[in-house]
């Protein structure tokens, strides 16, 4: 068990410049959730997959944003024509299957956009 | 629609000293209910779980939390903190509609030696 990895951890762009993040989950778990963090503020909600489905986006996820999880392992996040509102931590997790198992957390990429 | 409130923003104590955090919850039916921990620089680890049986759960690092369905509280608790607590801590409350966990906005630990 190797743990949830993210990459980049930290990302600096400009205002308007696309960034995609990864999320590599744990091998044999077919859930992986995507959630932003702001300053003072719990995880939310983004959008979550079962194995390479996309189940849910919440409504945060603007249409800048997509997910894909192609072939049911890693996952990437892109920002289109990034805000500086979007400025936060993107944390991504995977669980084995539903809420009931333990979703495990990877340290997060810290996105700054200026 | 279901919510989780963290009364404390920032919570101080001494080292060795007990620790109680707060957590209140709004849910329409029976809640699973979780308490995690962030460190800087860490991920998110979770300390402890509730979703049914013994309204008392034990957890990792010397951590318990207690379900209180009258109070819709699900407090952590530890006798005697060490250093190493500092952290922020989160409570979470689901599954909603879509099978998702609803984190609060968690409270900062301070540890005084």
């Known amino acids: 068990d190797t743990g949830v990895s993210q990459d980049p951890r930290h990302k600096i762009t400009k205002r308007g410049q696309n960034v995609t993040f990864r999320c590599d989950p744990i091998?044999?778990?077919?859930?992986l959730y995507w959630y932003r963090q702001t300053l003072g503020q719990g995880p939310e909600f983004l959008t979550y997959f079962q194995n390479e489905a996309q189940l849910e986006k919440s409504r945060l996820l603007s249409d800048r944003f997509s997910a894909e999880r192609p072939k049911g392992s890693f996952s990437t996040l892109e920002i289109q024509r990034t805000e500086q509102g979007d400025s936060a931590m993107y944390l991504c997790?995977?669980?084995?299957?539903?809420?009931?198992?333990?979703?495990?957390f990877g340290p997060g990429t810290r996105l700054l956009v200026l | 629609a279901q919510s989780v409130t963290q009364p404390d923003i920032h919570i101080t104590v001494s080292e060795g000293a007990s620790l109680e955090l707060r957590c209140n919850y709004s849910?329409?039916?029976?809640?699973?209910l979780f308490w995690y921990v962030q460190s800087p620089g860490q991920g998110l680890q979770l300390l402890l779980k509730?979703?049914?049986?013994?309204?008392l759960v034990q957890g990792i690092k010397g951590f318990e939390a207690e379900f209180k369905r009258s109070q819709s509280s699900f407090n952590l608790r530890k006798p005697s903190v060490h250093w190493s607590d500092a952290a922020e801590y989160f409570c979470a409350v689901g599954p909603n509609r879509d099978d998702k966990i609803i984190f609060g906005k968690g409270t900062r630990l301070h540890i005084l030696p």
């Open positions: 997790a995977s669980s084995q299957g539903t809420v009931q198992e333990t979703q495990y």
């Open positions: 509730y979703f049914s049986g013994d309204t």
């Open positions: 849910y329409g039916a029976t809640p699973y």
């Open positions: 091998s044999e778990h077919n859930r």
